[in-house]
């Protein structure tokens, strides 16, 4: 576990303002964010003075920079009130967020990424749920309805394929998992933290949907948000990372280990079934979608971006059906095991044309577009399909009334059979 290096400015136990009231810390993550650190730290400070009506603490968390951002942040904490920084020795988003928020004596945390993308209007909005109590969590959301996002076209694909994979293999249901400008009530965060794994890009993922599986409540503030130019973020690397850990997490939903000490909410029951099937169906979609990007990519080194998809989808939807026949759906033998495979097959078909058609979209309108753009493209056609692919399956290729009725048929010539013996 990472240990806190160095802390300036005020004692954890101090409360800037009026001690009765919430406080609110806010923690900035940065790595080798020198150029841009006093401006946005000055610019988050002035506002929240002017304008914040609660006590707040602004802690600059340092992910092991080697730039000159961290005698920065000691000048900065030093300088301003209400304004401290602390050093861990490793990188990891999630990693600073885990050691400030564990440590913290605040009522509400928060986090906001440094370049402040979304506009700070909107942070009040953000925390006001949690200080009242109607909220456990809160984030923004650059994909609901009111907001208003700059952004380019490559980023606001991934970032729409990704939510939608959330949405379709492990039902989640906000809308925007990393959009940087989130906050917690501290005790609700702090009962989480323990289960939550990963300490990278994927924690605020983790984090919510674990909210989520125990029955928080999550408040959604529409944001302005402008795209950073200057992101370094590799995104193939962290997409992949982000598949990886859907898979954990599906995993921890199938076994019953994705849970926390809290008291969350009690959730509307889900269809008959449904509880059970969704975290296995999730692990099995994540797999296939790991697999047939990998044979894609693999693929495109010898043919073409269209036969490549068919090929690799091809593959990842038979291995796809037979898994979630068995797993998901609990049909074992080979009793009806190739109509079941050719139903299947209409998933596949619709897999096909949705990722055929987005790369041929995406070809037109973007000539020489990237192997990356090329697998976002599928994320988010694979999302789609996934999602049909689901309700197909339970609604029609694994009903339960056709089982039986397949059953039932089997059963019936076994009857007569016993019945002609005895006679």
Same mark, same amino acid.
């Given at each position: ?32 964010e020198e150029r841009v650190l006093a401006a946005s730290i000055r610019r988050l400070h002035g506002y929240l003075c002017e304008t914040f009506p609660y006590p707040f603490r602004v802690t600059i968390a340092d992910n092991a920079s080697t730039d000159g951002t961290w005698p920065l942040a000691e000048e900065l904490a030093a300088g301003l009130a209400h304004v401290r920084a602390v050093r861990l020795p490793e990188k990891g988003r999630g990693r600073? &967020? ?31 749920? &949690? ?15 009111? +907001? ?46 323990? !289960? ?6 994927? @924690? ?25 130019p200057d992101s370094r973020v590799d995104v193939l690397h962290t997409a992949l990372d982000d598949l990886k850990g859907m898979a954990r997490v599906g995993r921890r939903m199938v076994t019953g280990a994705f849970r926390a000490p809290v008291g969350g909410r009690t959730r ?12 296995? @169906? ?8 790991? !697999? ?19 090929? +690799? ?78 309700? &197909? ?14 059953? !039932? ?15």
């Amino acid at each position: 576990m990472s240990q806190l290096v160095t802390d300036t400015a005020a004692p954890a136990g101090a409360r800037p303002g009026d001690g009765r009231r919430p406080l609110v810390e806010v923690v900035v993550p940065v790595y080798n964010e020198e150029r841009v650190l006093a401006a946005s730290i000055r610019r988050l400070h002035g506002y929240l003075c002017e304008t914040f009506p609660y006590p707040f603490r602004v802690t600059i968390a340092d992910n092991a920079s080697t730039d000159g951002t961290w005698p920065l942040a000691e000048e900065l904490a030093a300088g301003l009130a209400h304004v401290r920084a602390v050093r861990l020795p490793e990188k990891g988003r999630g990693r600073a &967020l885990r050691y400030v928020w564990g440590h913290s004596d605040a009522d509400v945390v928060a986090y906001m990424d440094v370049d402040l993308s979304t506009d700070l209007d909107a942070f009040l909005p953000l925390v006001a749920p &949690l200080i009242s109590g109607h909220s456990d969590l809160a984030i923004g959301s650059r994909l609901s309805r009111g +907001s208003a996002v700059v952004r380019g076209p490559k980023r606001e694909l991934i970032s729409r394929c990704y939510n939608l994979l959330l949405r379709t293999t492990l039902a989640a249901r906000f809308s925007d998992a990393q959009c940087g400008f989130k906050a917690a009530r501290t005790e609700i965060v702090q009962a989480l933290l323990p !289960a939550v794994e990963d300490e990278a890009w994927f @924690f605020d993922t983790e984090l919510l949907l674990l909210a989520e599986r125990n029955g928080l409540r999550i408040h959604e503030v529409p944001v302005d948000w402008v795209d950073d130019p200057d992101s370094r973020v590799d995104v193939l690397h962290t997409a992949l990372d982000d598949l990886k850990g859907m898979a954990r997490v599906g995993r921890r939903m199938v076994t019953g280990a994705f849970r926390a000490p809290v008291g969350g909410r009690t959730r509307p029951e889900l269809p008959a079934g449904m509880a059970r099937q969704l975290p296995s @169906f999730a692990v099995i979609g994540v797999i296939s979608t790991l !697999a047939q990007l990998v044979l894609f990519v693999l693929l495109r080194m010898v043919m073409g971006p269209l036969w490549a998809n068919a090929v +690799s989808l091809v593959v990842t939807t038979i291995g796809n059906t037979a898994a979630n026949r068995r797993f998901t759906f609990g049909v074992t033998g080979p009793q009806r095991a190739f109509r079941q495979q050719l139903e299947g097959g209409l998933a596949f078909l619709l897999g096909l044309a949705l990722s055929t058609g987005g790369l041929a979209l995406l070809h037109a309108t973007a000539p020489g577009a990237s192997r990356a753009v090329e697998v976002a493209a599928l994320v988010c056609a694979n999302g789609v399909a996934t999602l049909v692919r689901f309700l &197909l399956m339970r609604a029609w290729i694994f009903h339960p009334r056709r089982l039986g009725r397949d059953r !039932a048929a089997t059963a019936v010539p076994e009857t007569e059979t016993a019945g002609e013996t005895l006679r």
